[in-house]
């Protein structure tokens, strides 16, 4: 067994360990409009998870670069509104071409082909190729420095909307099969739902 302190290791070090570790990771697709120009950009996460069911809300975690709050959680914080789609094997190429670095002025929904659909109680527009959204709208932000400095923003949001689609819902539940979720791995990695094993939990 090698035992290691994060200490002695740099920051991309220490990432490398964790998504290597915490694996698969659901996919997080998130859209943020900036109200005042009408631009919606869009963004994947795999630091995204559930956090709680009453409310439903959902978290992601955004990585700043060089302390630099990246436009999806300076959005967020602005408009206190975002959408988060699910990425599944019909859509996490297009989702994958939006993690491109595109100039400011660049739609990473135009660059990959998206189709922006209205939400029903926010602003903040969605894509049309998902099966899967929530519009959701802004619980807390909250900020985590390392070494003195911010390094990540901690996005939890309230679900004040579900979109399904019609073909992967039964009976108030999500087939998972008919979803084909994707998730994240390390390095250009990724996995699709693969074999189920089925484990009942005792009483």
Not at 37 to 46: D, I, R, W
Not at 68 to 97: G, L, R
Not at 103 to 131: C, V
Not at 133 to 162: H, M, Q, S, Y
Request: glycine share 4%.
């Amino acid at each position: 067994m090698i035992s290691i302190d994060p200490k002695d290791r740099t920051e991309r070090e220490n990432y490398k360990l964790l998504i290597g570790s915490v694996t698969p990771r659901p996919i997080a697709f998130v859209t943020t409009e900036n109200r005042y120009t009408n631009e919606v950009n869009g963004a994947p996460f795999s630091f995204f998870n559930i956090v709680s069911s009453a409310p439903p809300m959902i978290s992601v975690a955004v990585q700043r670069k060089n302390g630099e709050m990246k436009d999806t959680a300076y959005h967020i914080q602005a408009e206190k509104e975002f959408v988060v789609h699910v990425v599944d094997e019909d859509n996490v190429e297009k989702v994958n071409k939006t993690a491109a670095n595109l100039p400011r002025q660049e739609s990473e929904i135009t660059h990959a082909g998206f189709q922006l659909i209205n939400s029903d109680l926010i602003q903040t527009r969605g894509i049309k190729e998902a099966k899967i959204r929530f519009e959701c709208k802004l619980f807390d932000l909250l900020t985590f420095e390392n070494e003195g400095k911010p390094a990540t923003d901690f996005i939890i949001g309230e679900v004040v909307r579900f979109h399904i689609d019609e073909s992967i819902y039964n009976d108030g539940k999500i087939m998972y099969e008919p979803l084909r979720a994707v998730s994240r791995l390390a390095g250009n990695d990724y996995a699709t739902i693969g074999d189920i094993m089925t484990i009942e939990r005792p009483d």
